[in-house]
C-alpha cells in the first residue's frame, strides 16, 4: 500500500505538475492522475517525460475516476463511451490501471431489480472496454443511512450489495472502492474485510467521523482526517487490508470545511502529517 493524493479529495484543484509537487511537499508516494488532462500534455510531452516527472519526486500513478455517466440518459451514456478507449489508453501507457466509481445508493425513478438490471448492463460494457486496457474497475458503496432517506427506492450501499453487483457483472476486472467511512457508517467489522482478498480491492479511500454522532445520524460530507477522532478503527482497517494483500492506493478524503479555509500547501501538509500517524500505528 501507499499513501495517495487525490487533491480533489481535499478540496482543492491545480494542474499536474504542481499537483506532483503538492504530493512531495506532503510526504506522499502516489498521486492521482486526471487522463484527460494527461491526453493533452501528451501532445507535447512523450509517455516517458510524463513517467520521468512522477519519478523525480518518488510517486506512483495511483488512480483515475471514470469519466462515464452510467446513471443518467442512454445518450449521455453512449457518448462518454466514445471517448473511455482512448482515455483508458492513455492512462495504461502511463501505468496508471486502477479507475474507480461511486454507486448511487437510491433511485427515485427505478426500483431495486431495474436498476441494479441498468449497472449490471452498463458497467459490464464499461468493464469490458477497460479490460481491453488493461484497466480494473473499483465501486464505492455509498452507506451513510441519512443519504437513502427521502428517496423512493433504495438501491445497493454497504459491501454485501456492491459484492453481489460485481458479481452480477462476471468481468475479472471489476473490484472495490473501499472507504472506511462508509465501511464504518455501513456497520462494517473486521471480519467483514477479512472475508475480501487483496485482488477484490481496486483503491482505498481513509478518513474519521466527527465524534458524539450516532451511526445512522452521520452525513456523508461531514468528515475529519485520518486518525483526528478515532471514531473509525483506521489502525484496524488498514492493517486488515495489508493482511488480505492488498498493495494498491491510500487515499485519505476528509470532506472537512475548515480545511478550505487554509491555505493549500498547508492543507496538504497537514493531511500528509495525518497519514504519516496513522501509518505508523498501523505499522506499515
Known amino acids: 500500500m501507499f499513501k495517495n493524493l487525490n487533491l480533489g479529495a481535499l478540496g482543492f484543484e491545480a494542474p499536474f505538475l504542481k499537483t506532483v509537487q503538492l504530493a512531495k511537499v506532503g510526504g506522499f508516494q502516489g498521486v492521482d492522475l486526471n487522463p484527460f488532462e494527461m491526453n493533452i500534455i501528451l501532445r507535447t510531452k512523450s509517455v516517458n517525460e510524463v513517467k520521468g516527472m512522477l519519478d523525480e519526486k518518488g510517486l506512483k500513478p495511483g488512480g483515475w475516476g471514470l469519466p462515464v455517466d452510467f446513471k443518467g440518459e442512454e445518450d449521455a451514456f453512449q457518448r462518454d463511451l466514445k471517448s473511455l478507449s482512448v482515455i483508458a489508453e492513455v492512462a495504461r501507457n502511463l501505468g496508471c490501471p486502477r479507475v474507480y466509481t461511486w454507486i448511487t445508493p437510491f433511485s427515485d425513478k427505478l426500483p ?77 467489522t473486521l471480519d467483514h474485510l477479512r472475508r475480501l482478498k487483496g485482488k477484490d480491492v481496486v483503491y482505498v479511500h481513509v478518513n474519521d467521523a466527527p465524534p458524539g454522532i450516532p451511526i445512522d445520524e452521520q452525513m456523508d460530507l461531514v468528515r475529519r482526517l485520518p486518525g483526528e477522532t478515532g471514531v473509525i478503527n483506521i489502525v484496524g482497517f488498514l492493517k486488515t487490508l495489508r493482511d488480505i494483500g492488498y498493495d494498491g492506493p491510500v487515499t485519505p478524503e476528509p470532506f472537512d470545511k475548515s480545511l478550505k479555509e487554509m491555505p493549500r500547501e498547508k492543507v496538504v501538509k497537514k493531511t500528509g502529517k495525518a497519514m504519516d500517524k496513522v501509518w505508523r500505528s498501523a505499522g506499515l
Not at 486496457?133 to 454497504?158: I, M, Q, W
Open 112 to 188: 431495486f431489480k431495474e436498476n441494479f438490471e441498468l449497472h449490471v448492463k452498463r458497467l459490464g460494457i464499461i468493464a469490458d472496454i477497460l479490460e481491453d486496457h488493461g484497466c480494473v474497475l473499483g465501486f464505492e458503496f455509498v452507506a451513510p443511512k441519512t443519504s437513502r432517506v427521502n428517496h423512493k427506492y433504495e438501491f445497493v450501499y454497504d459491501m454485501d450489495g456492491i459484492l453481489r453487483l460485481r458479481d452480477a457483472i462476471r468481468a475479472k476486472n471489476v473490484g472495490l472502492l473501499l472507504d472506511c467511512w462508509h465501511w464504518y457508517t455501513s456497520r462494517g
